[in-house]
């Protein structure tokens, strides 16, 4: 798995996810301090030129940086309710392709101290690159399991006890008309689409963010940020 930017780099790093950098020679002070972390924790770094990263990147903003990452640690469901520190709050993602919007949401993850990610292995944005930039390194540190359908895994949430509350638009009740201090689980459509209709039915309560202005629903990852943190609001300072 390949990154690249600073931001994501340094996440790597700190996370103890990065095996290798490559970098430009530069004195940029943040590309400087970058280097001495990486070699102060025994991560090697490789000198390259421009070409070399534009060409990793494939047209992303790479400012000067990449690296390489060791997998990530595999996780269930299961793991992810079990490793809360209190009632869980997780995300469940519906078929998110877009690498940018995953991104977003998985940085909205880590701000807002929920306890990770649930999605399906197919029809998802990878999340190297593009996903990993906009993330802003959240993708090093947020705990994310991958099942192959996901009507079944908001099924085996609510065994465990975990309530699941699908974001759609056209849903009476309002996001912060419920109680999101109990262990929740945030189901979010795709881009355009929304929630495919057996994702919709199994889930427990239907919630909309209510609209003002002209047009009629937010992109998902805002839509992401906008009940993570009512949730957050709502739980307090989880310390």
């Not at 919007?101 to 399906?120: E, F, H, K, T, Y």
């Not at 309560?205 to 949730?231: D, W």
Request: with cysteine; net charge negative; aromatic share 2%.
């Amino acid at each position: 798995m390949l990154i690249y930017g600073l931001n994501p780099v340094l996440e790597a790093l700190r996370a103890g996810r990065a095996v290798a950098v490559r970098m430009l020679a530069s004195d940029r002070e943040r590309l400087r301090e970058l280097r001495q972390l990486a070699e102060s924790i025994g991560v090697p770094v490789r000198s390259v030129e421009v070409a070399e990263l534009d060409r990793l990147a494939r047209g992303g903003v790479h400012q000067g940086v990449a690296a390489e990452l060791r997998h990530a640690e595999e996780y269930t469901p299961e793991e992810l309710i079990a490793a809360a520190s209190g009632p869980p709050l997780l995300v469940v993602l519906d078929g998110i392709e877009d690498p940018h919007n995953l991104g977003a949401i998985l940085r909205s993850v880590d701000a807002a101290g929920a306890d990770g990610v649930i999605r399906q292995t197919r029809h998802a944005a990878r999340l190297d690159g593009a996903a990993a930039k906009a993330s802003a390194g959240a993708v090093a540190h947020v705990k994310i399991a991958e099942v192959v359908n996901i009507s079944r895994a908001i099924g085996e949430l609510k065994d465990a006890g975990v309530w699941t509350i699908g974001l759609d638009g056209e849903a009476e009740e309002r996001y912060d008309q419920i109680d999101l201090t109990l262990p929740t689980a945030i189901v979010l459509g795709a881009e355009g689409q929304g929630l495919r209709r057996l994702v919709r039915e199994s889930c427990d309560r239907l919630v909309s963010i209510p609209m003002r202005g002209h047009v009629s629903s937010l992109n998902v990852s805002v839509a992401a940020a906008v009940v993570l943190f009512e949730a957050a609001r709502q739980r307090g300072d989880r310390g």
